[in-house]
């Protein structure tokens, strides 16, 4: 019953900005950390960034600087921010959320169907 929406991926130049939402929804007791990842057409998946329930945020470090992950848990969404494109951020970028549907389940991640973030020069 748990599914996850993304939204807000487009067509950017380089040096611009978009940001992405994504938000869960369905059968959740609990929703811990959530995160960003991101492929390419020929390039392995790459977890872009992540954020826990208490806040706490890590990034791959080709982002640092770059792109900020925040989540609004009133309305089960996390976001991510990215400023400062460059044609290597070009990927689908995926949604997930670590996720426990009831009091005694085991958390498990969540993906969602992604969006297409493009960047040209």
């Known amino acids: 019953q748990v599914q996850l929406v993304e939204s807000g991926g487009g067509l950017v130049q380089a040096g611009g900005s978009l940001k992405l939402s994504c938000t869960a929804s369905g059968n959740i007791f609990r929703l811990n950390a959530m995160g960003w990842y991101r492929q390419a057409p020929g390039k392995r998946r790459e977890l872009v960034a992540t954020?826990?329930?208490?806040?706490?945020?890590n990034y791959v470090d080709s982002v640092k600087g770059r792109f900020t992950i925040s989540r609004d848990n009133a309305k089960n969404t996390v976001y991510l921010q990215m400023s400062s494109l460059k044609s290597e951020d070009t990927a689908t970028y995926y949604c997930?959320?670590?996720?426990?549907?009831?009091?005694?389940?085991?958390?498990?991640?969540?993906w969602g169907q992604g969006t297409q973030v493009t960047v040209s020069s």
């Open positions: 954020i826990s329930s208490g806040d706490s945020t």
């Open positions: 997930y959320a670590n996720i426990r549907r009831w009091v005694v389940d085991t958390p498990r991640d969540y």
